[in-house]
């Protein structure tokens, strides 16, 4: 018997492997790089999507804009993670023990491997776990037997294996409260006609998920007997079987769901039990004709063995998926649909869809359980039906947000996330600040036409720099659009930032404080021309700049300042020759003025000599005249030059030392043209 489940488990350990390097080929889970697409996204419930994904060996979370989020925390072992009603995570081990996770993934209790207790052929069944009203947990186990069929069964094998299951209550202990066995209370015979009864390993009850209902006793999902059991958690007597037009047992009468002569849901996964006592499921439908997969939910009548409907959502054009797949019933109402393939739709009551996912098709891409989690993140959730004060904070989830709503039009329930990280595909419609703080929140709501009031962002918590000098954006749609600034303000007694809101929408802070300017040409420390051009680096969040030139190192009295537009230069033009200037530049934008840059410094060139005699163009200077220019203040020798072409291409006399402003002409030409430089 052990031997036989070692073998098994090892297959099966093998299978995963397999699924699992075929899909990291095709899909890379990061923040960057997603394989998930958002093709509606109308004000869903709060919360990211987490998925349990046999093939993908990690723990992570997909926002409503398709990103992947929190992919770098790992979990060890298996990905089939599960998340409690508790707000822990559950992890299920090597198929023979389970981890509980709080909400940052740290590890926070074990449950430990109970099979030596069990002394029978076990293996702990990934497919559900419940956590119980009394803190216990209930775990699912599959179990092997070797019985002989060959007496009840055509063609059936003396030495069969029968794989089964059994329900376990147990706690951080190990303990063992109460157990029960499938076979105990079920009829191998039941099974439906696909369950090939003459094989030499049977897949006999295939049970997906078990909960805990209103009244303390058990629901499970036997999928392969196309069943829903309701076991007395006293006794461990079946109470009741529900089950579609192929269960051999079913006990109850379904009402307004009959489609082409099948009453009823077939193959069944993630039934879930409403606070109002009516059933939630997901049908897969295998056993149809036609063949679709559908989400459905019934109103049980135990006393009159009644299943009405009273509501459905199929995929359209129709999906059928013949393995995995869930349902959940979301806090707002709506409800969170995993196709099992394909995507992820999420409902209202009224079947309109607020948000889908959708991702490739591959070999084996099949998502077993997707729900919609508040985690590493805040949201609360408010009815706004009048005009007044809304506080968006409870004593767990703290989104730091107060509204006033000053004008409504419609009503409806509200919600508010608080997500700590910054907002995709984020354009601007002005770009007036220096960074964006790794913060959003997202204001959305069903009903409500149109509303206006004040938004209040406590800043307690955040790392914001300069509240003083940080401002508010927003835009209409979450993940899409143009971020526009809000006409804002600081409280620094509440230390509140409170802008103006005319919409529901997507909102960030953007840090508006100024680096000071870093200054590039002149170099500092040269000479430059009276005239020329100033050039610093481009500051991030800047609209204008400020510059100032001085002959004094301390700015008390300035020879030039400036204020230029959302650009990186300056041009001057009326410096004085031969003097040390001083410049520095500070860049400004309506929430900051930066610091003045560092001091630079240049000294301008000396003047060009102005000549005097000969004067120009005049005719008959002697050969042996003198030519003088006027002096020139700062120069320590001039350089003359004679030639007899304007461009200067050959020199007919040079003197590159002469300390005087004159200098006595010899060796020229009778009637010719000189030209003379200085």
């Not at 081990?93 to 074990?110: G, H, P, Q, R, S």
């Not at 216990?136 to 009840?152: A, C, G, N, P, V």
């Not at 706690?171 to 439906?192: E, P, S």
């Not at 996964?269 to 997901?282: A, D, E, Q, R």
């Amino acid at each position: 018997m052990i031997s036989l489940n070692n073998k098994l488990i090892s297959l099966k350990r093998n299978i995963i492997v397999l699924m699992f390097l075929i899909i990291i080929s095709v899909l890379s889970l990061s923040s960057t790089e997603t394989p998930f697409q958002i093709t509606t996204l109308d004000n869903p419930a709060p919360g990211y999507l987490h998925f349990t994904w046999p093939m993908i060996n990690s723990f992570f979370l997909v926002d409503n804009s398709g990103n992947v989020q929190y992919s770098d925390l790992k979990i060890d072992g298996s990905s089939y993670c599960f998340r409690l009603k508790n707000g822990k995570w559950v992890q299920i081990v090597d198929a023979i023990k389970m981890y509980i996770y709080n909400d940052a993934l740290e590890l926070v209790d074990t449950i430990p491997n109970i099979l030596p207790s069990l002394q029978e052929s076990y293996s702990l069944d990934w497919h559900s776990v419940a956590l119980l009203s009394n803190g216990h947990y209930l775990l699912l186990f599959t179990k092997f037997e070797i019985r002989d069929l060959s007496q009840i069964v055509d063609g059936g094998k003396t030495e069969a294996t029968v794989i089964s299951n059994a329900i376990v209550e147990t706690d951080r202990t190990g303990t063992i409260y109460w157990k029960w066995d499938a076979l105990d209370h079920l009829n191998i015979l039941d099974a439906t006609y696909i369950v090939d009864l003459t094989l030499n390993t049977i897949d006999l009850t295939h049970i997906n998920s078990i909960v805990e209902d209103n009244s303390g006793n058990i629901l499970a999902s036997v999928r392969h007997y196309d069943e829903i059991i309701k076991i007395n958690k006293t006794t461990g007597s079946i109470i009741w079987r529900l089950g579609g037009s192929k269960s051999k047992k079913n006990q109850f009468t379904f009402i307004n769901d009959n489609q082409d002569g099948f009453n009823g849901f077939s193959h069944q996964h993630s039934i879930t039990v409403l606070s109002n006592g009516n059933i939630l499921l997901y049908d897969n439908g295998n056993l149809k004709n036609p063949k679709y997969s559908r989400a459905v939910e019934y109103a049980i009548n135990e006393n009159s063995k009644t299943a009405t409907k009273v509501w459905e959502y199929s995929s359209n054009p129709p999906i059928f998926q013949g393995v995995m797949g869930s349902v959940e019933r979301l806090p707002n109402g709506n409800t969170l649909i995993n196709w099992g393939k394909q995507k992820i739709t999420e409902v209202r009551p009224n079947n309109t869809i607020s948000y889908e996912l959708t991702y490739a098709e591959f070999p084996m891409a099949s998502v077993y359980n997707a729900t919609r989690v508040v985690s590493r993140m805040d949201a609360v959730s408010r009815l706004i039906n009048y005009t007044g004060s809304y506080n968006f904070n409870e004593s767990s989830q703290n989104t730091g947000v107060n509204v006033n709503v000053s004008s409504l039009n419609g009503m409806g329930l509200s919600h508010i996330e608080k997500h700590s990280y910054a907002a995709y595909n984020a354009n601007f419609h002005d770009t007036t600040f220096s960074s964006v703080y790794p913060y959003r929140w997202v204001w959305s709501a069903n009903g409500i036409i149109s509303i206006s009031g004040s938004m209040k962002i406590k800043l307690d918590g955040l790392n914001i720099q300069n509240p003083t000098k940080t401002s508010v954006f927003m835009r209409v749609k979450e993940g899409e659009g143009t971020f526009y600034e809000l006409t804002n303000s600081y409280n620094a007694n509440t230390n509140e930032i409170t802008a103006n809101v005319s919409s529901l929408g997507e909102f960030i802070l953007v840090d508006c404080e100024l680096d000071e300017p870093t200054l590039s040409k002149p170099i500092n420390n040269t000479t430059n021309k009276i005239k020329g051009k100033l050039e610093w680096n481009t500051l991030i969040g800047a609209t204008n700049y400020q510059i100032q030139i001085s002959k004094v190192e301390t700015f008390l009295q300035t020879n030039i300042n400036a204020v230029v537009g959302d650009v990186y230069q300056f041009i001057f033009d009326s410096l004085e020759n031969n003097t040390q200037y001083y410049w520095r530049v500070c860049g400004f934008n309506k929430k900051d003025t930066s610091d003045w840059s560092n001091v630079y410094t240049f000294k301008t060139v000396i003047a060009p000599p102005k000549l005097s005699t000969p004067i120009n163009n005049f005719i008959g200077t002697k050969i042996t005249s003198i030519i003088s220019w006027q002096y020139v203040s700062g120069a320590t020798h001039y350089h003359l030059q004679v030639s007899k072409s304007s461009n200067f291409a050959s020199i007919h006399l040079e003197n590159t030392s002469l300390t005087k402003s004159s200098f006595p002409l010899s060796e020229l030409s009778y009637n010719t043209k000189y030209y003379w430089r200085v």
